[in-house]
């Protein structure tokens, strides 16, 4: 079983230092690379970003991995 990696509050903000905003997905997602390609989903108002999987990328998100 795979668990959810989710980063918040100061935590999620000096990781966030570290990745690049790759692009907002069609349905109003924010999605951020880290430098290991890592793609995170981040909520920006909430202060949080949880990890993306790549069946996640592959069905709700395949525009990322244009």
Do not use: F
Not at 24 to 46: F, K, M, N
Not at 48 to 65: A, C, F, G, H, I
Request: hydrophobic share 35%; charged share 35%; aromatic share 8%.
């Amino acid at each position: 079983m795979i668990k959810e990696l989710v980063v918040q509050g100061e935590e999620c903000r000096a990781h966030l230092k570290k990745c690049e905003r790759t692009r907002v997905a069609t349905d109003g997602s924010v999605i951020y690379r880290d430098s290991v390609d890592r793609y995170w989903l981040v909520d920006e108002e909430g202060g949080s970003m949880r990890l993306l999987t790549w069946n996640d990328l592959q069905l709700n998100y395949p525009e990322v991995l244009d």
